[in-house]
């Protein structure tokens, strides 16, 4: 039996727990609870990694008012202003209060999901090694499947489609490392009459997934990968709409590699 010293419990619980603080003496007298507590964590509670503890508190205190403030104000300051872990805070703090049951909240932050998106774009271009993005990516997964249902509610009204559009380019300066969202962007676009940036979209959205594909550790997006798998058959369809049928049978074979076990694919292929 694997035996924890008091001190490690402790942190991993301040880690992974949304609770301001758990004492020494809880941790003592309820050891069995502490270990369930580490396996039954939330996805994410702070920034993994984290030093800021001050805007740590007030995340753990459910305080996103203040945390988004805050952190705002720190990246006017030049001694902030490259701190990605501050970004990722207020990303965090925006996308918490736009899914809030709270109808006066949503009436006073009615952009707070875009607003993530744009600090977490901002976060991206100062985190430049990608090692914050992966520490937390639970957090980014909950944000793209956040953006993605924003979006779908737009996609086939064609007066409101430009909505869905924006959400996407949204997403996509905030999560560049994910082609799915990228390819789905481009048939959106080619949706909206953009033929132009479709294509380009779509070019640069396949030469990645083909790159990442071809890597045997390459794990996929789990909240976007069935917006590509969408995209797919979509873009499809528009070629052969165009009357580009080998592009569309390419299209679709390309989406067998990525989805081998797919039956929409599948079934669009025996169509083709």
Request: glycine share 4%.
């Amino acid at each position: 039996m694997l035996i924890f010293e008091i001190s490690m419990i402790v942190a991993y619980i301040r880690v992974n727990q949304k609770q301001p603080y758990i004492t020494m003496n809880f941790v003592k007298q309820s050891f069995l609870l502490s270990i369930i507590l580490l396996t039954t964590g939330s996805a994410f509670s702070q920034v993994v990694g984290g030093m800021n503890f001050k805007l740590e508190k007030l995340y753990m205190e459910e305080k996103y008012e203040d945390v988004a403030y805050k952190g705002i104000a720190l990246v006017e300051n030049d001694k902030y202003k490259n701190d990605p872990e501050i970004y990722l805070y207020v990303a965090m703090a925006w996308y918490e209060i736009s899914q809030m049951n709270d109808d006066a909240m949503k009436e006073e932050y009615p952009k707070a999901l875009q607003d993530a998106f744009k600090y977490a774009a901002k976060f991206a271009k100062k985190d430049k090694e990608g090692v914050w993005y992966e520490d937390n990516a639970d957090f980014f997964e909950d944000l793209k499947k956040a953006g993605i249902a924003d979006a779908a509610q737009y996609i086939e009204d064609d007066k409101k489609r430009r909505n869905a559009v924006s959400a996407y380019k949204y997403m996509t300066k905030a999560m560049p490392d994910d082609p799915n969202l990228l390819f789905f962007k481009g048939v959106l676009e080619y949706m909206n009459r953009n033929t132009g940036q479709a294509e380009r979209d779509v070019s640069m959205a396949m030469t990645a997934l083909i790159q990442k594909y071809e890597d045997s550790k390459y794990r996929p997006s789990k909240a976007s990968a069935p917006t590509l798998e969408d995209g797919m058959i979509r873009w499809a369809d528009i070629m052969l709409e165009q009357n580009y049928a080998d592009s569309a049978k390419k299209t679709i074979n390309w989406g067998l590699k990525f989805f081998p076990d797919s039956k929409k694919l599948a079934e669009k292929a025996s169509g083709l």
